[in-house]
């Protein structure tokens, strides 16, 4: 499959913007949708619409088969070791909560809590929730001073015997990759419980959550080509079978009387309620759209741009890049000069460009960077030299106007 045809998979790259073609630079904070996830959610809202798992009929076995398959898909995908290891939230902020409050009567007042200072407020403001029911104390796990995480300090803070450690895979505001086998293997050793975001990890890497070694694993539909409203949840059985259920109510249990609740079996018992049905097809579709995929050949090709992108803010001058390496993945965080970041963005807007401008979830981070906020450009599998060189050319322009 060539670039081309690929790209012509994605219906809403097809625009332009005033004149200018659209560039989608902003792939991290959701990608675009091959039109095979449309068609499949489509698909079901005209053919199969049912609810899963309660009737006796054909619709409802079909909807129950199709959602339940996608289980089985997603355990091969990450190679999980078992289907009911899988369970379907609505979002990675949704799976980091459910295990946040699910631990709450596994930690003990002065436990403690390591996070990852680069974390998405998705994997910070659960634990603080969770510190504040228990008395835990969260303590954020250093960077160095180019932005990776401090593995000298990290080790120090494992001496203290952490109860949790929460990493990110890959940071979605600067596009670093923490070397997670290695720091999940060390958190391990001490006996804490690992849980690591991949939330901008999974579009851009194959992912093996039994190689991670973690107990908890956990992403979003909507950053890999498939649709929002779904998330996922990978929870080693033992552990994840010991978390309390976030959210109580129907499908999650075995028997209900007004004295007592038996609670249901994994998974059912973690995904109360109707779950988003299509957007779990819809999901389905997308692993099948990654699988599909020549790997190797478009994560080399992923890598070759990503890194053309941050030479070329580099060699413009007056560009800030923020933790930019070789090895990053997806995503480059940048200012122009000291101008406001939202200016930039609004201005590469006027051109076509979509970047994200902000705190990207990540303000203690951008604190520790002394900064309010910065632009990034994100990239995907549709991405191709065009839009980096036409993104480039409109930062000279921006560059021209502002400075
Ligand atoms: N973690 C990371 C690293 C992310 O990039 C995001 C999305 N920006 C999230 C968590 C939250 O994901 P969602 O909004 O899909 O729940």
Redesign the pocket.
Known sequence: MDLSTLRSLFPTLAQSNDGYPLCYLDT??TSQKPQQVIDAMNHYYHHDNANVHRAAHQLSARATSQYEAVRDKLCKFINANRREEIIFTH????SINTVANGLTAQIKQGSLILIDSAA?H??IVPWQQLAKRTGAIIKPIPLTADCRLDTAAFDVLLSEKPAVVAL?H???ALGTVNPVKDLVSKANQVGAITLV?G??AIAHMGVDVQAIGCDFYVF?G??MYGPTGI?VLYGRFDILDRLSPLITGGEMIKSVSFEVTEFNVLPNRLEAGTPPIAEVIGLGAAIDFIEALPSEQIHAKEQELLNYLQDELKNMGDVVLYGAHTDNLGAVAFNLADEHHQDVGILLDQQGIAVRCGHH?AMPLMQSLGLKGCCRASIGVYTNKDDIDNFIAAMESVKELLL
């Not at 979002?91 to 949704?94: K, L, R």
């Open positions: 991290a904070a979002g990675t902020t949704e998405h998705a994997n990110s890959v940071s979605n975001d939330a901008q979003s909507h950053k998330g979830c």
